[in-house]
Structures are given as structure tokens and as C-alpha cells.
């Protein structure tokens, strides 16, 4: 009796320490990826050093940008969800009217830095570019997910 609670204890431990190890893994460390897709940035797109010097810091810049849209996007719907569990269609069709202007805007953005980058790279160059962010972007989600 005192063996199999001994085994069902240990059985226990190296569940929880596998299960804890397998969360750690899935977390996704984001300088390293950042960093990761900016050098397959460059090599795909065939960025120079220079080109790259002049390039990135736009594209940073609009991705923060981006990334803040979003951000207080989300922010709005959660707040507005924790303040009435039972949401009207009218409060429903303020988060479907919000999720268009986010698009919008982010369009918006797009349109602005677009005009900037194409003053820093050649426009084959610059399709090359978002062409392999979205490639890289595509092959991390497989990987994450485990395919």
C-alpha cells in the first residue's frame, strides 16, 4: 500500500514538472522571434545592410503602431463585456462598428508608411519584404502549433 501511494506521488510530481516544462516551451519569447523574423526579413527580401538599417525602424515603428490598435481594442471589448454580461445588439453592434474602424485605421497606417518605406526601398524590394513577413509569419504559426 505505502509502494503505490509512493508511485502514485512520484507518478504526480513528474506529471505536474511535464505538464509545467510543456507550458514553458509554448511560450513564445518574443525578442527571439523578432529577431528571427527580421534577419528572414533581410535575407529573403535580399536587403542589404544599409537597406535594412533604413527599413526596419519604419517597419518597427508601424508594427508598434499596430500592435497598440489592437491592443486598445481589445482593452474596449473586455471592459465592455465585464460591465454587462448580457450585452445588448446595440452594444454588440458598437464592437462590429469598432472592429471596422480598427481596419480602417490600421489601413490608414499602412497607407502612411507605405509612402515612407517606398522612399527607403525599391518597390520590388519592398513587396519582397511583406511578402516574406507574411511567409514567416505563416511557417512560425505551424511550428507553434505543433504541424
Known amino acids: 500500500m505505502k509502494k503505490n501511494i509512493t508511485l502514485l506521488c512520484f507518478t504526480l510530481i513528474i506529471s505536474i514538472s511535464t505538464s509545467t516544462a510543456f507550458t514553458q516551451t509554448r511560450r513564445m519569447n518574443m525578442a527571439?522571434?523578432?529577431?528571427?523574423?527580421?534577419?528572414?526579413?533581410?535575407?529573403?527580401?535580399?536587403?542589404?545592410?544599409?537597406?535594412?538599417?533604413?527599413?526596419?525602424?519604419?517597419?518597427?515603428?508601424?508594427?508598434?503602431?499596430?500592435?497598440?490598435?489592437?491592443?486598445?481594442?481589445?482593452?474596449?471589448?473586455?471592459?465592455?463585456?465585464?460591465?454587462n454580461k448580457n450585452m445588448s445588439n446595440e452594444e454588440y453592434r458598437q464592437l462590429l462598428e469598432n472592429d471596422v474602424d480598427v481596419k480602417l485605421k490600421?489601413?490608414?497606417?499602412?497607407?502612411?508608411?507605405?509612402?515612407?518605406?517606398?522612399?527607403?526601398?525599391?518597390?520590388?524590394?519592398?513587396y519582397r519584404a511583406q511578402q516574406a513577413e507574411r511567409k514567416f509569419m505563416q511557417q512560425e504559426v505551424m511550428k507553434f502549433r505543433g504541424n
Open 32 to 83: 527571439d522571434y523578432e529577431k528571427r523574423k527580421m534577419e528572414y526579413i533581410q535575407k529573403e527580401a535580399g536587403l542589404t545592410k544599409e537597406e535594412a538599417d533604413r527599413y526596419f525602424p519604419l517597419y518597427n515603428d508601424l508594427s508598434k503602431k499596430k500592435f497598440e490598435l489592437h491592443k486598445q481594442h481589445r482593452d474596449k471589448v473586455e471592459k465592455m463585456k465585464q460591465s
Open 106 to 126: 490600421e489601413a490608414e497606417l499602412d497607407k502612411q508608411y507605405s509612402e515612407k518605406m517606398e522612399k527607403t526601398l525599391s518597390p520590388e524590394k519592398l
